[in-house]
C-alpha cells in the first residue's frame, strides 16, 4: 500500500517550485477551482531584484511604494543622509507584487521609472525560456534551449594546465576533434595560447602559426562549428578568416579591435569575466560582492559589444571560473549562476577539470577530476548554463543528457 502524502502524521514540507508553471499543477494537484488556479499561480513566486544606482531622495519615495503593495525595498540606511548620492536597493516580493511596483514607479520622477523599468526586464529576463539562436558568419546558425550544448576543448599548447595539450599537431586535433564529434559535442574550442594560473603571454604571431594548421585540419575532420579561444584581434582575423566561426575572448573585448572585428565579420562572441590577467589572477583575488561585481563587469562587457555593433543575441557570457577567483568565489559562483540570467545572455560555464575540483577531491590530478567535473557539469545546468566547455566530451554529453532530463524535461 502507497504511503499517503498528506495527514495529520505528515509534517510540514517546504515546496521547492521554480516557476510559475509548477505552482500551478501543485495548485490542481490540490484541487484548487481551475479559477483560482490562475489568480493565486503568480503569488507562489516569490523574487528578489537587486537595483543599483537610486539616488537617497528617491529610496524612501521607493520603500513605501513596495510596502503599498506587499512588498520590501532594503535600503542602505545612509540612503536618508545623503539624498543626492546613488544606493543600490534590494526589492523582495512576490512576481505579482513586484509587476505591481514596476506599475506604480512607471509616473514617478527622481529616476524612479527607470527602476520600474529595470525590475520589470530583470523579471521578464529571469523567466525567458533558454531558446536561443547565434547565427554564424557562414550562414549557420547554432541553436540552444531544448538542451545544453557541450563544447570540446582542444588545447594547441604544450604547457595546458589539464595534461591535454597536444602542441602544433594538426593530426592529432584532427583526430580528437572527430572523436569529440563522434561522443557528441556541439563545439569545438581552439586555443593556441594557455590561459592557466601563472601563464606567460603568448607572441600572436607563434599562436597564429600554432593555430592555423590545426584549425584547417579540424575543419577538415569535422562540420562543427568551432571558435577561436583568443584575444588578440590579429588572431581572431586569420582564424575567422580560415574558418573558425565564433571569438572566444577571455578580455571580453577589453581591445576595442576586437569587438570592431567581431562586428565587422558578424561572428558571435564568448565575453568571460576575469579579475587580473592569466599571469597575475590567482594572487589574492579579492571582491566585495562577488556576484554582484561579476554581474557588473559581464553586463559593461555587453554593452561594449552592442556599441561596437554587435547585437546582444550574438554574445554567449562565461562567469570566468577559476579565473581570478579562490575555491569558495567559484563554488559560490557556481551556486548563484541562475543571478547571471538577468543579464539575458546564453550562458557559457568551464569547470572541468580545474583546480577547485582537484582541491575538493584531496589533490587529485587534473585526469583524475572526471567525476568531480560531472558534478559540476549537472550542477551548472541545473543553475541556468545553456553551455558547458569540457575536456570529456564522452562523459559530460551524458552527464548534460540527464540533466536535461531532469532540469529542462528532455527526452532524445
Request: glycine content about 10%; aromatic content about 2%.
Amino acid at each position: 500500500m502507497p504511503e499517503q502524502s498528506s495527514g495529520p502524521g505528515v509534517p510540514a514540507r517546504a515546496l521547492v517550485l521554480q516557476s510559475e508553471a509548477e505552482v500551478a499543477a501543485e495548485l490542481r494537484r490540490l484541487g484548487v477551482h481551475p479559477a483560482a488556479v490562475a489568480l493565486m499561480a503568480p503569488k507562489g513566486m516569490h523574487l528578489n531584484i537587486m537595483v543599483q544606482g537610486i539616488p537617497g531622495r528617491a529610496a524612501q519615495v521607493l520603500k513605501q511604494e513596495a510596502l503599498a503593495e506587499g512588498a520590501e525595498a532594503a535600503i542602505p540606511w545612509q540612503a536618508g543622509e545623503s539624498p543626492e548620492q546613488a544606493f543600490p536597493a534590494l526589492l523582495m516580493g512576490t512576481r505579482e507584487q513586484l509587476l505591481a511596483l514596476q506599475r506604480r514607479l512607471e509616473p514617478q520622477p527622481l529616476g524612479l521609472a527607470r527602476v520600474g523599468a529595470q525590475v520589470g526586464q530583470a523579471i521578464a529576463r529571469a523567466e525567458r525560456t533558454r531558446s536561443w539562436q547565434i547565427d554564424l558568419p557562414d550562414g549557420r546558425a547554432v541553436v540552444g534551449g531544448k538542451r545544453t550544448l557541450v563544447m570540446g576543448i582542444i588545447n594547441l599548447t604544450d604547457d595546458s594546465f589539464s595534461g591535454d595539450g597536444i602542441g602544433r599537431e594538426p593530426e592529432a586535433a584532427a583526430r580528437l576533434a572527430r572523436e569529440m564529434a563522434e561522443a557528441g559535442a556541439d563545439l569545438l574550442d581552439l586555443g593556441a595560447e594557455s590561459t592557466r594560473p601563472g601563464a606567460e603571454p603568448v607572441d600572436g604571431e607563434d599562436e597564429i602559426n600554432r593555430l592555423l594548421p590545426c584549425l584547417e585540419a579540424v575543419l577538415a575532420a569535422t562540420d562543427l562549428p568551432i571558435s577561436v579561444d583568443t584575444y588578440k584581434p590579429h588572431v581572431a582575423r586569420s582564424a575567422l578568416g580560415a574558418g573558425a566561426s565564433i571569438i572566444n575572448d577571455i578580455t571580453a573585448l577589453s581591445n576595442p579591435d576586437m569587438a570592431a572585428l567581431a562586428a565587422e565579420w558578424q561572428a558571435p562572441v564568448i565575453l568571460m569575466h576575469m579579475q587580473g590577467t592569466p599571469k597575475t589572477m590567482q594572487q589574492a583575488p579579492h571582491y566585495d560582492d562577488l556576484l554582484g561585481e561579476v554581474f557588473a563587469f559581464l553586463a559593461r562587457a555587453l554593452q561594449r559589444a552592442v556599441a561596437a555593433g554587435i547585437p546582444d543575441s550574438q554574445v554567449i557570457l562565461d562567469p570566468g571560473f577559476g579565473f581570478g577567483k579562490t575555491l569558495d568565489h567559484n563554488l559560490e559562483l557556481l551556486r548563484r549562476l541562475a543571478e547571471l540570467r538577468s543579464l539575458g545572455c546564453p550562458l557559457l560555464v568551464g569547470t572541468s577539470r580545474k583546480s577547485t575540483i582537484g582541491t575538493l577531491l584531496g589533490g587529485l590530478p587534473p585526469q583524475q577530476r572526471v567525476e568531480g567535473t560531472a558534478a559540476t557539469v549537472a550542477l551548472a545546468i541545473a543553475n541556468g548554463a545553456d553551455i558547458v566547455r569540457v575536456h570529456d566530451v564522452r562523459e559530460m554529453v551524458r552527464v548534460a543528457r540527464v540533466t536535461d532530463a531532469v532540469v529542462r524535461g528532455w527526452r532524445p
